[in-house]
């Protein structure tokens, strides 16, 4: 299980790799990679500025991922969040979860992204052509994450 909060991007390909091959046990890998968008609320996005508390943000991840691996036989986890100020096209988070069965790494990996959307504690500040605003919690991350409340 890793965590990791930085300004750097990082290499897909070699997140992947690793965790793909920690373990002669692993038969699947499934991840999800975000990435800023051009276009938020109808208006143009510039850039996307990512705040966060050091530590506090840290620990919120590794909830889930603890949460996650108490739900779903998990061999291995990943949770990598840029912070900082990015543009349209840039990765902002990957999340990577192994198994021995590919469902077990579904279910985890959907799992992790809704409660990183909703649990995991980052301000997010749009700049837009008219000005910055910041960015609004959405219901559908909160219905998103309420469901695995009644479903494994």
């Not at 840290?58 to 543009?87: C, F, M, P, Y």
Request: net charge negative; with cysteine; proline share 3%.
């Amino acid at each position: 299980m890793t965590v990791r909060v930085q300004t750097a991007d990082f290499d897909v390909a070699i997140e992947l790799t690793a965790i793909r091959t920690a373990s002669a046990d692993v038969g699947a890998v499934v991840s999800f990679v975000g990435q800023v968008r051009d276009m938020n609320d109808g208006d143009t996005v510039k850039t996307l500025t990512l705040e966060h508390y050091p530590g506090m943000t840290e620990r919120a991840l590794e909830q889930i991922e603890t949460e996650a691996k108490s739900r779903w036989d998990i061999l291995n986890s990943l949770i990598i969040h840029r912070v900082g100020t990015l543009k349209p096209l840039d990765q902002i988070v990957l999340v990577a979860v192994s198994s021995a069965h590919r469902g077990e790494a579904f279910k985890a990996c959907e799992f992790m992204m809704d409660y990183l959307k909703t649990q995991a504690p980052f301000w997010k500040k749009e700049s837009t052509p008219d000005g910055e605003r910041w960015v609004e919690a959405k219901s559908s991350d909160d219905q998103a994450q309420s469901r695995w409340n009644n479903h494994d």
